[in-house]
């Protein structure tokens, strides 16, 4: 049991101003049809199953797969990638409408090796609509107009509560996003990214706590 914090409840709305700023998303109702949908690899099956929802209403004709991952592959898939083309095959997706990249290993790789695989294929979209873990869509964002400007992207996020993503170990990772999004920037792999007053008081108060004295325990990515 953590017991880093002895109160998580009261910087609980400190955490989902963190988190809400995090997940750049437009509402579904918002969103315009586009080429195709860019989903990030990972191990959260609802990812997936937000992009075949977001096909089958017909907001885009492709996805694209973009994932190798890392650790927590489910048994039986050798890819991210695989994995969430099963759960979107089985959403009744044809496997026509997939693009799949299964060599990237962290978010930039995501980007680069994804419209790369794209241009192999003879598809060049010009707009995107990225799934992602909702607190990694705004860098996600970021490192398309870093990387390919001329695509137009915007983020949506899964019916998810910003709620699961305050806890003691949940918040340290989001925390360690904030040193992302300078670090990254300062890299040139992604715009820079501006922090509202708002949200740099949030994240100054969070960084006044305990939680900030243990490790993130999430890999760079």
């Given at each position: 049991?953590?017991?880093?914090?002895?109160?998580?409840?009261?910087?609980?709305?400190?955490?989902?101003?963190?988190?809400?700023?995090?997940?750049?998303?437009?509402?579904?109702?918002?969103?315009?049809?586009?080429?195709?949908?860019?989903?990030?690899?990972?191990?959260?099956?609802?990812?997936?199953?937000?992009?075949?929802?977001?096909?089958?209403?017909?907001?885009?004709?492709?996805?694209?797969?973009?994932?190798?991952?890392?650790?927590?592959?489910?048994?039986?898939?050798?890819?991210?990638?695989?994995?969430?083309?099963?759960?979107?095959?089985?959403?009744?997706?044809?496997?026509?409408?997939?693009?799949?990249?299964?060599?990237?290993?962290?978010?930039?790789?995501?980007?680069?090796?994804?419209?790369?695989?794209?241009?192999?294929?003879?598809?060049?979209?010009?707009?995107?609509?990225?799934?992602?873990?909702?607190?990694?869509?705004?860098?996600?964002?970021?490192?398309?107009?870093?990387?390919?400007?001329?695509?137009?992207?915007?983020?949506?996020?899964?019916?998810?509560?910003?709620?699961?993503?305050?806890?003691?170990?949940?918040?340290?990772?989001?925390?360690?996003?904030?040193?992302?999004?300078?670090?990254?920037?300062?890299?040139?792999?992604?715009?820079?990214?501006?922090?509202?007053?708002?949200?740099?008081?949030a994240l100054q108060e969070i960084r006044k706590t305990d939680i900030c004295s243990q490790p993130s325990l999430s890999p760079k990515n």
């Open positions: 049991m953590e017991t880093f914090i002895d109160d998580i409840e009261k910087i609980k709305p400190l955490g989902k101003i963190l988190v809400d700023f995090l997940t750049e998303s437009t509402s579904e109702n918002e969103l315009s049809v586009i080429d195709a949908i860019f989903v990030f690899g990972h191990y959260d099956p609802r990812i997936a199953f937000h992009a075949a929802h977001l096909y089958k209403i017909g907001k885009a004709k492709k996805i694209i797969l973009s994932g190798k991952g890392r650790d927590k592959i489910p048994n039986g898939f050798i890819t991210e990638a695989d994995f969430y083309a099963s759960l979107i095959k089985k959403e009744g997706v044809p496997q026509s409408v997939l693009i799949l990249e299964k060599e990237s290993t962290n978010t930039l790789e995501n980007v680069q090796f994804g419209i790369k695989t794209c241009d192999k294929s003879r598809f060049f979209p010009k707009s995107l609509i990225l799934c992602a873990v909702p607190p990694l869509l705004r860098r996600s964002c970021a490192t398309f107009r870093k990387q390919y400007p001329s695509i137009i992207v915007c983020g949506s996020e899964p019916k998810i509560s910003g709620e699961e993503y305050i806890t003691e170990s949940r918040l340290r990772r989001i925390v360690a996003e904030f040193d992302r999004l300078k670090e990254y920037a300062d890299k040139g792999d992604i715009i820079d990214v501006q922090i509202p007053e708002k949200v740099a008081n």
